[in-house]
């Protein structure tokens, strides 16, 4: 394996997964001075980045055949097996070394078996790392990401000059290392969103100007990097779609099965799973995760004055 990722070099790279994550991620990489190479269910989604320099490809398949790591960033496993597999995936048009990114939150034992089967299937000449990434839409944006990789030493050194671009890149462990990581920030980022999200209807309920106190709240222990950027969205009620809540049910279990298979008991994450399933079920799932703030207001009225 050894000679084989000795090969692999990191000048051309395929982005698959033109969202409001990958789009930007695929531009800072270009900006990066690498040459990017796109694909897309709907054109659309790559104009600009082809505006931009970056080169279209009808097919995954023909992706592949031109370049030498792909960064996946679609919603989860099956997705990348949709874009992997088929008479026009990127299985089909991987002649020489292939690198996969896995950038989606996706079960860390998922990922795992993913890099086994592809190993065999291969030769070994296509492997993965998982790079999940946290910071939003708002941090794909600025190319601010915090992005967690597992995998080996050599792999992920291929990975990290093309990840580099898009934020901050650390090797955490073994392949799965990474999605363990987004699994504990999920954990992280779902118990705060839903405590702003109680606070804000106590607070607004009490009469107080949710806002003034959200801004005063970020100067004491309750800062965080969270509530920095979801308070004018509590303030004012906006819940437009970002980072869907729904995606919480999908990463809030991967979570528990870790927990799980550590024996690790989550009494926390066991409730805020619940919370986004309930959440999901009753409508509110495609919005922002600051959508648990309309959620608590529909589950009952406030009391009479």
């Keep these: 394996m050894g000679e084989q990722a000795a090969q692999v070099r990191t000048g051309s790279v395929g982005v698959v997964g033109l969202g409001v994550m990958g789009a930007p991620m695929a531009g800072h990489i270009q900006r990066a001075g690498h040459e990017v190479h796109v694909t897309a269910r709907r054109p659309a989604a790559a104009q600009a980045l082809v505006a931009q ?38 299985l089909a048009g991987a002649t020489g070394p292939l690198l996969l990114v896995i950038s989606s939150t996706v079960s860390p034992q998922g990922v795992r078996a993913l890099d086994a089967r592809l190993r065999a299937e291969t030769g070994g000449r296509v492997r993965v790392v998982d790079a999940p990434v946290s910071g939003g839409q708002e941090g794909a944006e600025a190319g601010t990401l915090a992005v967690m990789l597992g995998g080996s030493d050599e792999d992920v050194a291929l990975a990290l000059p093309v990840l580099a671009a898009t934020g901050t ?7 799965g290392a990474g999605q363990v990581a987004k699994a ?97 079920e009753r ?19 406030p009391p009479a004055p």
């Design 169 to 175: 890149a650390v090797h955490l462990g073994p392949l």
């Design 283 to 301: 409508g509110f799932g495609d919005q922002d995760t600051a959508v648990v703030q309309a959620y608590l207001e529909s589950l009952a009225a």
């Design 184 to 280: 504990c920030n999920q954990m992280i980022v779902a118990a705060t969103v839903l405590a702003l999200g109680e606070a804000s209807v106590v607070a607004e309920r009490a009469g107080l100007d949710v806002g003034a106190m959200l801004d005063l709240l970020g100067g004491g222990y309750a800062a965080s990097r969270i509530l920095e950027v979801k308070k004018e969205r509590f303030a004012t009620h906006d819940h437009s779609p970002s980072g869907a809540a729904r995606f919480m049910v999908k990463d809030l279990g991967f979570a528990t099965a870790e927990a799980r298979r550590t024996g690790t008991p989550t009494p926390q994450a066991d409730v805020l799973r619940a919370v986004f399933t309930d959440l999901t």
């Design 53 to 90: 320099g970056a080169v279209w490809h009808a097919t995954p398949r023909e992706l592949a055949a031109e370049v030498d790591v792909v960064v996946l960033m679609v919603p989860d496993l099956p997705e990348v097996d949709a874009v992997l597999d088929g008479p026009d995936g990127l």
